[in-house]
């Protein structure tokens, strides 16, 4: 693959608001949501000097996705139901903020914060998403409450696939004294789209033999608000990624018993648990009728509630007519390096379906990537070449032995920084410090080890101190922001 050379020459000069000379092809671009990666591909696309401006299709009332928390959960408690946001009121971020922002814009306590913490709220991180909107004076692309209901290509004779344009339809939905008013749905024609829905919204069930006839009750984390439901209650909750091992011990604040079915041995994680009334199990075997639910150890409870922290599935319902990636047991694909399908390069992107990473850092190389891609900045290869290299990596997986669920999981070890390492190359752009690293990497095994306690007690302070040092090293006035003053920790644009 062409790489550029003069990039960060180019990039340098666009600091802040500027956008490039239009040299390069411009192209008309949609971008379907706002949430972290919406943001920062809007910011990448203006900056490659794709005029017009990006427009971004928001359908929520405000910018920041997955991290505007919602206090009404789904009405569906297994369900969706319309509902984006997952979180729960408790929920502080699993990453140190250090090493969750993105490179150019970084994640510090400064006199603005509602929480200061190296493991903030989630409020916190939604004011920090809110604050890059409008450093880069993003706000004025977002077209708030529009959702997108549909996505086409427009075909023209005689031009490829991709390049004769798409036609995006949207309805717009505002609330007006205390209504909400729905226009008439509209479509426009971009020359190319960059899908940025978010994927933790569509809740993945565990699937239990014999809950049909179980009598209780049973709730989605993504409809998890606050323990006091179960309230006395003996709980099952499946699932120990981060938010099954949350979930667990908010509820065992107020219920009688919790019961934790984990993938990996309880044996060894058992000694983590802080709490005398929370349990870890194997997984579940059956469920049955008079309200027992029986492990795989044959180990069983009588439980009032299951919750389900089994995570999420992908999708795209505004494509689904068209047919240009399909999604099987979570992988989506055709996608040459989970983001371009092949034939279609480069548009039609996705940005975000990575999980089991430093997430915002890489949203920005592949927004910068796509930029890259639809300017002629990078050059990417043949469709066919593309879809070699994705078939190869399908053939690797299962070689390996892995379900097509891991397609996009990244977090194997050998992988982690493999990725952003290479889109990082295609861009030009500079590498991920290695004190994010080392703070990533000894951040993810002190969850393990310290599930209670990893938010508040760390050992890694010099590293702290140099991401610090790293961040002050910048120059990016502050003032438009409210940043008047950092703590000695400013923020620049660094590349
Ligand atoms: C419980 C939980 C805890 C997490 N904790 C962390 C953490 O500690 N650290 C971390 O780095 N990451 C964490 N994450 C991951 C988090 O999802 C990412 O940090 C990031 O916010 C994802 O950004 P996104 O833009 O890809 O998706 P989202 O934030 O989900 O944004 C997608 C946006 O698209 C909009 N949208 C969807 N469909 C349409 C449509 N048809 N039309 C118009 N708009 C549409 C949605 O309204 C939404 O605003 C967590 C996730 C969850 C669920």
């Known amino acids: 693959m062409k790489k550029t050379t003069h990039a960060t020459t180019r990039e340098q000069a666009s600091r802040d608001l500027e956008t490039f000379p239009p040299q390069m092809p411009s192209r008309r671009v949609a971008v379907i949501g ?17 005029a017009p401006a990006p427009v971004v299709f928001e359908r929520a009332v405000g910018v920041g996705g997955t991290w505007r928390y919602d206090d009404a959960a789904s009405a569906d408690p297994l369900g969706a139901g319309g509902v984006h946001g997952s979180l729960y009121a408790s929920l502080r971020t699993n990453l140190p903020r250090e090493s969750m922002g993105f490179l150019d814009f970084p994640f510090v306590a400064d006199e603005g914060s509602i929480d200061p913490r190296r493991f903030p709220g989630h409020q916190e991180v939604l004011r920090y998403l809110e604050t890059f909107a409008r450093r880069f004076d993003l706000l004025g692309l977002v077209r708030l409450q529009t959702e997108v209901v549909g996505v086409r290509r427009s075909r023209v004779d005689g031009v490829g696939a991709g390049a004769a344009g798409w036609t995006v339809s949207y309805c717009s939905r505002k609330l007006a004294g205390g209504e909400l008013q729905e226009e008439e749905e509209q479509s426009e024609v971009f020359d190319a789209v960059v899908v940025c829905n978010g994927h933790f919204a ?23 608000r606050v323990p006091d439901p179960f309230h006395g209650q003996v709980v099952v909750v499946i699932g120990y990624h981060p938010s099954g091992m949350d979930i667990s011990r908010d509820i065992a604040g107020v219920a009688k018993e919790v019961h934790v079915a984990i993938r990996a041995a309880p044996a060894e994680m058992q000694s983590a648990t802080a709490h005398a009334n929370l349990w870890l199990h194997p997984m579940i075997e059956c469920a049955e009728e008079d309200g027992s639910v029986v492990f795989q150890d044959g180990s069983r409870v009588k439980a009032d509630s299951i919750v389900h922290c089994t ?58 990537w796509v930029a890259g891609a639809l300017s002629g900045r990078i050059e990417l290869p043949s469709p066919e070449e593309m879809m070699l290299d994705v078939m190869a990596f399908y053939s690797d997986m299962e070689a390996r032995g892995w379900p097509k669920r891991f397609t996009h999981n ?27 690293r080392v703070i990533y990497v000894a951040a993810r095994a002190r969850v393990l080890v310290r599930p209670e306690s990893y938010r508040d007690e760390w050992d890694d302070d010099q590293l702290v101190a140099q991401a610090h040092i790293t ?15 950092l703590r000695g920790h400013a923020i620049k644009e660094f590349r």
């Open 34 to 50: 706002a949430g972290a990666a919406g943001l920062v591909a809007a910011r990448e696309l203006r900056r490659e000097g794709h």
């Open 202 to 224: 569509e809740p993945l069930l565990a699937d239990i033999a014999g809950i049909g006839g179980w009598p209780g009750k049973q709730l989605h984390s993504h409809s998890y």
């Open 311 to 368: 995570g999420y599935k992908y999708g795209f319902p505004f494509l689904e007519e068209d047919g240009i990636v399909s999604v099987d047991n979570n992988r989506v694909g055709p996608l040459y390096k989970h983001v371009f399908p092949p034939q279609l390069a480069p548009h039609i992107s996705f940005i975000g379906l990575p999980f089991k990473l430093i997430l915002f850092p890489v949203f920005r190389l592949q927004s910068n």
């Open 410 to 436: 990244l977090g194997v070890e050998a992988w982690t920084f493999e990725y952003q390492d290479w889109l990082a190359e295609q861009c030009g752009l500079e590498k991920m410090e290695e004190w994010r």
């Open 471 to 485: 961040s002050s090293t910048a120059t990016y006035g502050l003032a438009s922001v409210g940043f008047s003053s």
